[in-house]
């Protein structure tokens, strides 16, 4: 309940100062511009100011506060020398809630404060005016940033997963996203390519776009845990499967949940897949060890597939379009079915232990399974007969476990892949489980040969990312302080509170300990239909890996060199491409127009080819709301000719998506012809009139 000021120089005589009188603990302290006040923020809302005591104050002994001068020392030993008292104090005054966290940004004097009931304020110093309130989530928010220029604020709410970028002057959102708040379990690539729908253990299913990196929509139907998702090979249709019992179908045009399969008796699925045609969806449960086929058209139960004597862990049909279904289980069998033959005939294949994930060779003449002992089996599904094995146990493992007793190198127990994925071509195999490693297999002609292994996370917090343990974090009677559960000592009480069940934590690696520090592992691997990327659902979310570098990551730019000052100087340059890209980061039309009607005529194609594809659904957009306030046409008309000569393919393959976009150049260039013609007509009939 106190702060304390210390000085990182050494000053003669110095006596670190302390400040007291808060009721509770002080969440921040921050430094004027000028250095001559400071500002303590408490949990219970309270603000103080703190100033150089007044000379005439009753403690006679006081030394004056040294003269400002203009160098960083002089202010140090200013600051050093004060005698701080309090000068006022403040409160928040918001009922029934805590500060949770807090900035300050000293150049504009602008205190921000994020509120335990998700609600954020915005108090200007030292006056204490309130500018600004408003509730931004239904959870405290963890986290808070001010930009460089005090334009724009971060908030972080880490219980729902939860970034917000806001510009307080305008009152408008810069970005607004929310991913999965626990574990993201599964993941499945569109046909296209171009998005990917996850499921995730808090019963939500997202769709996120490649390009951006953004989630788009958000489907909030089931009310339990995702164990799988999968599309349609054709049609815009995702469907889900979750231990609430029900297989969803939704409509990825309509953005509506259209169909719900169920079971005659309730249970929980576990695996999912869909057939090649997309009129049949299958679901494996985990209690009743049974297959479930419906109809999509009519959402009936087609058929009941019974064989299994363990929970089904793995669906997949194949995609040569033969009728066959192979689920793997737990029960160390791997069953091919022909759903739709009059034979009811099915193959079993046995396995040397549990079976955690299945995946069929694109031409569907091989099957790729992975069992709970590292190994990953190959089958020639015509003959019936193993081909080939690769034992991964030893690729899989590394990172060390804070109670593993032995190194990471010797440490292969529960390694093992629960997820497999071919290439397009059939070449490579990709590999992910509960390690910090994804593994790609050349499979060749049955070679089983490491390609590389990718590392998906070093972030420390997480278990098994390191692979030698610290000593320094072992005490005294031996054990590892990272396993000491420290959840008591929360503040708030729902931070103490135990919510998972008894013997179980999410991201834990046996689930017979009672732990709460998650694991680094992916529990999802799928490749890109297009062959150029694959994507991990892991325990820090969505990878994508990409060859292509059009893919990267890059929605807005929020450097802190990136101000209109900078677009202009890069425009007096002449590099007419960065400054037009900068200026769409920044995102203001008067500097964005001001880039535009810069380029010369002569530049327009090159410029428009090398422009990355983000940027130009934006710039078609411009020039249609430019056309209609310009008397440029030409010069319009040639930047939207040029775009479409160098961008028309992928825009027409993702015509959906920019309709929008294309409808406004449509408005634009039909109100110009009508001016042209009503032009024309005006000339024919003067020229009549003179004639």
Not at 320 to 329: E, T, V
Not at 366 to 393: P, W
Not at 549 to 555: A, E, L
């Amino acid at each position: 309940m106190t702060a304390r000021l210390f000085t990182l120089d050494p000053v003669e005589g110095f006596r670190p100062k302390t400040f007291a009188g808060h009721k509770d603990a002080v969440l921040g302290a921050y430094f004027s511009a000028d250095g001559t006040t400071i500002y303590t923020v408490s949990r219970d809302g309270a603000v103080f100011t703190w100033k150089a005591k007044a000379s005439d104050d009753s403690d006679t002994d006081m030394e004056e506060p040294i003269a400002s001068t203009s160098n960083g020392t002089g202010m140090a030993s200013r600051i050093a020398n004060t005698r701080w008292g309090v000068h006022k104090r403040n409160y928040f005054n918001q009922a029934g809630t805590k500060v949770v966290c807090t900035t300050f940004h000293p150049s504009s004097n602008l205190l921000v404060v994020g509120f335990s009931t998700g609600i954020f304020g915005l108090w200007e110093m030292p006056a204490f005016s309130n500018i600004h309130t408003l509730s931004i989530s239904q959870e405290k928010i963890s986290s808070v940033a001010i930009n460089p220029s005090g334009e724009w604020l971060a908030f972080g709410a880490k219980k729902l997963g939860q970034l917000l970028v806001w510009e307080w002057q305008s009152e408008s959102y810069v970005l607004k996203q929310q991913g999965h708040f626990y574990d993201m379990n599964t993941l499945a690539y569109a046909p296209d390519g171009q998005t990917i729908a996850t499921g995730g253990d808090d019963g939500k299913v997202k769709v996120w776009s490649t390009h951006t990196g953004f989630c788009f929509v958000t489907f909030t139907e089931h009310s339990a845990p995702i164990s799988s998702v999968a599309f349609a090979k054709q049609g815009s249709v995702l469907f889900s499967a979750s231990l609430d019992g029900t297989v969803r179908a939704y409509d990825l045009i309509r953005y509506r949940n259209f169909r719900t399969f169920t079971s005659p008796s309730p249970v929980q699925f576990s695996s999912l897949a869909v057939d090649p045609s997309g009129e049949v969806v299958a679901a494996g449960s985990t209690d009743s060890f049974e297959v479930f086929l419906w109809s999509v058209q009519t959402g009936k139960l087609l058929d009941v597939l019974s064989g299994h004597e363990g929970p089904v862990s793995s669906l997949v049909f194949s995609p040569s379009g033969a009728n066959q279904l192979a689920s793997g289980s737990w029960d160390k069998t791997v069953h091919v079915w022909n759903v739709f033959g009059r034979s009811r005939a099915v193959e079993p294949l046995t396995v040397t232990s549990d079976v955690l994930a299945l995946a069929f060779r694109p031409d569907g003449k091989e099957l790729a399974t992975s069992t709970l002992d590292g190994q990953i089996t190959f089958f020639d599904i015509q003959e019936s007969k193993q081909t080939n094995v690769i034992d991964g146990r030893k690729d899989v493992s590394g990172g060390r476990k804070a109670d593993d007793r032995v190194s990471a190198a010797n440490s292969s127990s529960g390694k093992a892949y629960n997820s497999l994925a071919y290439t397009a071509d059939g070449r490579c195999l990709i590999a992910g489980g509960n390690s910090k490693y994804v593994v790609l297999y050349d499979v060749r002609e049955g070679e089983g040969v490491m390609v590389k292994k990718f590392q998906i996370s070093e972030n420390l917090s997480l278990d098994g990312t390191e692979e030698f343990l610290d000593s320094r974090k072992v005490n005294d009677a031996g054990i590892n302080t990272d396993l000491i559960d420290t959840r008591g000592d929360e503040s708030d009480l729902e931070d103490r509170l135990d919510v998972s069940l008894p013997g179980a934590s999410r991201g834990a690696g046996d689930m017979s300990i009672r732990r709460y520090r998650q694991e680094a592992r992916t529990k999802c691997v799928r490749f890109s239909p297009t062959g150029r990327a694959w994507a991990a659902a892991s325990t820090e979310g969505l990878l994508i890996y990409s060859l292509d570098d059009s893919v990267t990551f890059d929605p807005f730019d929020l450097s802190i060199d990136l101000t209109p000052q900078s677009v202009l100087e890069v425009l007096a340059t002449r590099e007419y491409l960065k400054a037009l890209v900068m200026a769409f980061r920044l995102n203001e039309k008067p500097l964005i127009q001001r880039v535009y009607e810069a380029v010369p005529r002569g530049d327009i194609r090159l410029v428009a080819r090398q422009l990355p594809f983000i940027y130009v659904p934006l710039l078609l957009r411009f020039v249609a709301e430019h056309l209609e306030q310009t008397p440029h046409l030409e010069f319009d008309l040639v930047w939207i000719n040029t775009l479409l000569m160098a961008h028309g393919r992928v825009l027409r393959d993702r015509s959906g998506e920019y309709a929008s976009v294309f409808r406004a150049l449509q408005k634009s260039l039909s109100d110009s012809e009508q001016s042209i013609s009503k032009l024309q007509v005006s000339f024919f009939i003067v020229m009549s009139f003179t004639s």
